[in-house]
């Protein structure tokens, strides 16, 4: 089982460290200068060679990248242009508020789909299972920005249920901080939700056919335990493996609700940011949720780990 | 006297894809206390399927227990609902079950022992540790040492043996009054089988449970049955106390099942009689006879009257034919059996026996072939130890003779195949096929000779691309050596092929999923044939097919061999087969040969102590026989690869074994003309 | 018996009625009434798309700003936007951009991905595990965010666009590529390939390759829905088609403002978007029952 966590570190720390080259590829090596961008048509060629010179960009690429690299590891991001600001700063101060939303947005993706792809799955073929996969189709196709807008207009505009937009730190005012924050956190769980009570429904019946299974009715179990005892925990393992899936899905769904219920969180800075042209910011924040996304990912294989012993005993 | 189990006309219906399966049809048997009963068929007769019914363990949908009765100590199991309190109280409470495959049979994320316990606390009302403890006293029960630490061990830490005595304890936990073990030894070793089963009839002998053995293996019924039921189609087609049933069979399927299954004391002259044609789709069953189709003694009122309904023919000997088909021969048994009526003779003329010479010349010869496979461990994937499953081995094949490969599974006999083909690159040792030394040669090279040595695969479902017709498959080997030299030619080397291996030529347009197992394998050899080989390797090539399709299938290959001077390297486990097909016969243990010699001698006079003790392991199809017979059960299970006994690699399972066994490892010598053996004893 | 005659070798030989492996994929693909109707849903999106020109009831792009923000009627049926254009019109050419992005995108990412996993699953070594580490480096970048900054850089437009997102989803074919390439390696056919003498490349190209395909047809059918979902919020993110283009993200966005005068303008968009990818999902679920029966839940 070290071995295993320790190789999973190992392959975290490699692919982190790929990330870093993408990144800083995507922003240096595509057509258009990044200065050129930054300043806009009118700015002359002095004005242009003073910032690379100060950006650093006149040095050879891979100089730039180690410098780089070196910084970021250093927690030195950089600073951005834009918000003259410490990218550090910016980052510390959205990020928190990225991950209330989203781990409450991943918890209850998990709290309802598991449940709901358990349910389809006994119930297979009666009105419960079409109500949920009909129900999941829809929360996959749904276009999440829409869907907010679509909120707002209902429980916001129309029948003045809750705000429409903002966001307030829980620790400040639970009440306004809840209130802000349900809407966002229930339709960024949509997708993700019904990805899992998919996955959930085919994985239940995918062990409910094993043998296993069989056994265990030939033994005298009780149906309940079956499912909840010897099904649910084999199906569980597949779906650990989805949950990272969900976890990259969840942040790319957090960009457009950030954007619809103006949250200043992760998402809004990389939309901000890209409009405002200013490169250093929108390097860090694809960066942090990368490593973010990796680290959970790291983290469910673990998980993983545990819960199957022909992992954890080593095979 | 009321039976413990009683079943009347029991149906089970399956809905696929929108038609009606009849799986189980009309079927009525019994069992009394402390009987032990067979349940004998090929796939697809429903013998499984009336067992699951009894206990409502038919996944529903598709399937359906559509009629009958199933009286279990008076009371009729399908009047209680599937999942209820009662139904439940009988699973595991008083009829234990154990499954065929031990592989998946098991919950893998729990541990033996709380499965066990499971049980035990459901239907004898034990407390956690109370539970625990009757779960090591029933592992240890089950011949599985260490038991305190087993008990907490998963699935996956345990051998396939290992993992179907678990199953037993499982089954016997709760003093069961019925325990139906179905196929449930059928994915095992065949020593593995005999221990377990002689285990099986212990247990329930000693506290009078009664035991449904569902099997295909007619020599595990011979040995173990009192009783038999014989199933055909989804019905009983024949049943009677076992020497009954062997003695004079009744049923034409039944005469036809025994003459087809070779045996390990036939003579070696003996041409299997196959049944001819396919089991019926019971989706489509008519309303005559099922058997009509394949029975060689159907008369023009079979082809009239509806399907016979089971009638006495003996004392408490029941049979489902209209005709008295064996009473000419029926008197008879054992071997004089095999010549039992007049149709069947002019079918199974005696083998003409040595028209088939075998020339001094030299197909393959191996000289000390090594196969080892790293095993890495680590973040680095050092290299820790090397899995030595082909570990020295050395053999020679002369021109039209066929080698047969015995051994039990990891004996490295597949990888001896595969290595021989140049499947895997051996690392050690010299390959020689006719005067090439190609344990070396390049892959270009190489690939011209590859024409002369293909291989028959053994599963035929997964051996043909599902994406090309059949007609494709069987030309691939045309094309690629360029052996036609137009598309005439092709068409007509194609029927050719299809004729000799007695498929349809017209068939060479369908796909592979349209073909059944046999149908298949019928495929492969033709794609064998097509580059007019010298040498072919059969590789397990007829252990996933039926009994009956079986026979087919080794008759064909004889046939082919005698036609085309063709020389096989013929690997199996059934060593009964292989004594039927092969001149010499090599004996595989742990990756080396232990014996070698003409079949005859090491059949009739073996020196290894470990083929010994294989060969007795083999049950044979007749209880007269098997009454007479020692059983020497091999103790313990084959270890494994990277766990190798000291010296001699069979010294820790051998009975004769002394200390000087235990120190080095006997050289495979010489001890007759032909004969090596690799024991100090011999 | 003695080796089958001719005659015999017909007698002998019983095959039921030949099933057409056609037939039986469009009896389960067909099973069920909604694919049906998925299928008809894409069927008109097609039409809408090539007969735009002819269906539409006014200039998509016809700016009239005193006409601008009318509710529906029956000569706007969805309503006006603020700049007067004609709402339907627009959502009818959106299929446009919404159908060209997505198939170029996911064709462009299916070429890439396959032929990654094509070379990553046959070279295997390090080759391999390069390839796989990048793969799974670009999967820790969610697919939005990867085109947001590949079009950020880029700049807006259709085909930048289109290059964002293709390069986002090449991953999730070069992983699913080369596990089938590993698995269908691995198989007897394969085996008995290269025991027959079949060269390396005939073996790929006859039996292996098409053996892996089905899964990666089902996941491109299910990318369709994926990407054109992705590129709606692109665009509504105002990274994607640039005005006065009709995109059915950008019209969601452009509505955003009149939500509480006019919520047709948002909203009629958004419903545009959620039938498509819906057919697609739905198409794709039944293609995976049809093509993979080992996928299959059990109907």
């Not at chain 1, 960066?287 to 199957?308: K, Q, T």
């Not at chain 3, 089958?4 to 039921?16: C, G, N, R, T």
């Amino acid at each position: 089982m070290l071995t295993f966590i320790v190789r999973r570190l190992i392959m975290t720390i490699a692919i982190l460290f790929i990330v870093s080259l993408i990144v800083f590829t995507i922003m240096h090596m595509l057509p258009g200068d990044p200065v050129a961008i930054m300043l806009g048509d009118q700015a002359s060629v002095e004005e242009i060679e003073r910032l690379r010179t100060e950006l650093g960009l006149d040095k050879p690429l891979p100089v730039q990248y180690a410098d780089w690299l070196l910084n970021v590891l250093q927690g030195d991001l950089g600073r951005s242009i834009s918000y003259n600001e410490d990218v550090g700063q910016l980052v510390r101060d959205r990020l928190p508020i990225s991950f209330h939303i989203g781990l409450s947005a991943f918890v209850l993706a998990i709290v309802l789909g598991i449940p709901a792809g358990i349910i389809a799955a006994v119930k297979r073929g009666g009105w419960l299972d079409s109500l949920i996969t009909v129900t999941a189709n829809l929360g996959m196709a749904v276009p999440v920005f829409w869907l907010g807008i679509l909120g707002v207009y209902l429980f916001s505009l129309k029948l003045g249920w809750l705000p429409v937009q903002g966001y307030t730190s829980p620790f400040e005012d639970l009440g306004q901080s809840f209130r802000q924050t349900v809407m966002p956190v229930v339709l960024l769980s949509l997708g993700a939700l019904a990805t899992l009570a998919r996955q959930t429904r085919s994985s239940m019946l995918e062990v409910i056919r094993q043998d296993y299974i069989r056994t265990a009715r030939a033994k005298g179990v009780k149906e309940n335990r079956v499912i909840m005892k010897h099904a649910l925990r084999n199906a569980l393992i597949p779906i650990i493996t989805i949950l990272g899936m969900g976890l990259a899905s969840l942040v790319g769904g957090s960009v457009f609700i950030e954007q619809v219920f103006n949250i200043p969180g992760m998402g809004r800075l990389m939309v901000q940011s890209i409009f405002g042209k200013d490169y250093v910011v929108v390097q860090s924040v694809v960066l942090i949720v990368a490593s973010v996304v990796a680290l959970g990912n790291l983290a469910v294989d673990i998980a993983y780990g545990l819960i199957d012993p022909r992992i954890r005993l080593g095979k | 006297m009321s039976h413990l189990l009683e079943v009347r006309n029991l149906k089970t219906y399956f809905n696929v894809d929108g038609t009606t399966v009849k799986a189980v049809d009309g079927v009525s048997y019994h069992i009394d206390a402390g009987e032990i009963v067979a349940f004998v068929g090929e796939s697809g007769s429903g013998k499984s399927v009336t067992q699951y019914s009894g206990l409502q363990l038919i996944p529903s949908p598709p399937g359906k227990i559509v009629g009958g009765s199933v009286k279990f100590e008076g009371n009729d199991l399908l009047r209680f609902a599937p999942n209820g309190e009662e139904m439940r109280d009988v699973r595991g409470g008083k009829i234990g079950i154990v499954f065929q495959e031990p592989m998946t049979s098991l919950n893998p994320i729990m541990t033996v022992g709380k499965q066990i316990a499971e049980s035990v606390m459901l239907h004898l009302k034990m407390g956690k540790a109370e539970a625990r403890r009757r779960a090591i006293e029933l592992i240890q029960l089950v011949g599985i040492p260490d038991a305190e630490h087993r008990v907490d061990y998963y699935p996956h830490q345990f051998s396939g043996g290992m993992r179907q005595r678990i199953m037993i304890a499982m089954a016997l936990s709760c003093n069961p009054k019925l325990l139906i073990a179905d196929e449930a030894t059928t994915a095992l070793d065949v020593t593995t089988q005999a221990q377990l089963l002689e285990m099986m009839r212990d247990v329930v002998k000693k506290t009078n449970t009664s035991l449904i053995l569902v099997t295909h293996n007619l020599g595990i019924v011979a040995r173990y049955a009192e009783r038999i039921y014989v199933m055909y189609a989804g019905g009983i087609v024949e049943s009677g106390t076992t020497k009954e049933i062997f003695g004079s069979p009744k049923h034409p399927y039944t005469i036809g099942l025994l003459k087809a299954v070779p045996r390990l004391d036939d003579p070696k002259d003996r041409k299997l009689v196959a049944i001819d044609g396919l089991p019926p789709n019971l989706a489509h069953k008519s309303e005559f006879c099922a058997f009509l189709p394949r029975c060689p003694f159907k008369t023009e009122a079979c082809q009239s009257r509806p399907a016979p309904e089971l009638r006495e023919t003996g004392p408490g000997h029941f049979a489902a034919c209209h005709e008295e088909v064996a009473a000419s021969g029926g008197a008879e048994r054992g071997l004089a059996s095999v010549s039992i009526s007049s149709v069947q003779e002019a079918q199974a003329p005696e083998r003409e026996v040595p028209e088939r010479s075998v020339a001094a010349e030299t197909m393959l010869e191996v000289r000390h072939l090594k196969m080892y496979f790293p095993v890495t461990r680590g973040l680095l994937g050092r290299k820790v130890a090397d899995i030595k499953a082909v570990d020295d081995v050395s053999f020679e094949i002369r021109k039209g003779e066929t080698l047969g490969l015995v051994g039990e599974s990891g004996c490295g006999k597949t990888t001896v195949a595969r290595s021989v083909l140049r499947m895997y690159e051996p690392t050690d040792g010299q390959i020689v096929f006719r005067g090439h030394d190609i344990t070396r040669m390049s892959m270009n090279r190489l690939r011209p000779l590859r024409r002369e040595m293909p291989m028959i695969f053994q599963d035929p479902f997964s051996s043909l691309d599902p994406r090309q017709s059949v007609g494709n498959i069987v030309g691939e080997p045309l094309k690629v050596h360029g052996l036609v030299k137009n598309a005439k030619e092709y068409e007509e080397r194609l029927t050719e092929l299809f004729t000799l291996v007695g498929l349809n030529p017209g068939v060479r347009n369908r796909m592979p999923h349209e073909f059944s197992g046999g149908q298949r394998q019928r495929i492969g050899i033709a794609r064998a044939l097509a580059s007019n080989p010298s040498f072919i390797v059969c590789d397990e090539a007829i252990s996933a097919l039926d009994v009956s399709i079986q026979a087919q299938i080794i008759n064909l290959l004889e046939d082919l061999q005698r036609k085309l001077g063709l020389t096989y390297l013929f690997i199996a486990h059934d060593l009964s087969v292989v004594r039927h097909i092969s001149d010499r016969v090599a004996v595989m243990y742990l990756g080396k040969i232990v014996e070698i010699a003409d079949w005859k001698t090491l059949y009739e006079s073996p020196k290894h102590p470990y083929t010994q003790m294989l060969l007795s392991a083999v049950p044979i199809p007749d209880p007269f026989v098997e009454e007479r017979r020692e059983h020497v059960v091999i103790q313990g299970e084959v270890p494994s690869l990277l766990n190798k006994p000291k010296g001699c690699s069979f010294s820790n399972r051998c009975p004769f074994a002394t200390a000087a066994c235990k120190e080095s490892e006997p050289p495979l010598r010489s001890v007759a003309e032909g004969h090596g053996v690799a024991c100090l004893r011999a | 018996m003695t080796t089958p005659s001719a005659a015999d070798a017909a007698s002998m030989f019983e095959l039921p009625p030949q099933t057409s492996s056609v037939r039986r994929f469009l009896r389960v693909f067909l099973a069920r009434k909604i694919v049906i109707a998925g299928l008809s849903v894409l069927t008109l999106m097609v039409l809408m798309a090539i007969f735009a020109p002819l269906l539409a009831p006014h200039d998509p792009y016809g700016q009239d700003l005193s006409m601008s923000l009318k509710q529906p009627s029956a000569e706007y049926w969805l309503g006006t936007d603020m700049l007067g254009r004609d709402v339907l019109s627009r959502i009818i050419y959106g299929s446009r951009v919404s159908l060209i992005v997505g198939l170029v995108a996911v064709l462009i990412a299916g070429a890439i991905g396959m032929t990654i996993g094509l070379l990553s699953g046959f070279f295997g070594g390090w080759v391999d595990t390069v390839l796989m580490r990048v793969m799974d480096a670009m999967i820790a970048i969610p697919m939005i965010v990867l085109a947001m900054a590949l079009g950020a850089i880029l700049g807006g437009g259709i085909v930048n666009v289109i290059v964002a997102l293709g390069i986002a989803i090449v991953p999730a074919y070069a992983r699913l590529m080369r596990g089938q390439v590993l698995s269908v390696k691995q198989s007897d056919y394969v085996m008995a390939g290269v025991v027959t003498g079949v060269g390396n490349v005939r073996n790929m190209l006859v039996h292996v390759l098409p053996n892996c395909l089905s899964p990666l047809i089902v996941l491109l059918t299910m990318n369709l829905g994926m990407a054109i979902l992705a590129e709606a919020g692109l665009s509504f993110l105002g990274l994607g088609i640039a005005p006065p283009g009709a995109s059915w993200g950008s019209m969601v966005n452009d509505g955003y403002r009149y939500l509480l005068s006019n919520p047709v303008l948002s909203l009629a968009p958004g419903v545009a978007i959620l039938i498509v990818v819906l057919a697609f999902n739905v198409v794709g679920d039944a293609l995976r029952d049809a093509l993979d029966p080992r996928l299959r839940g059990m109907e």
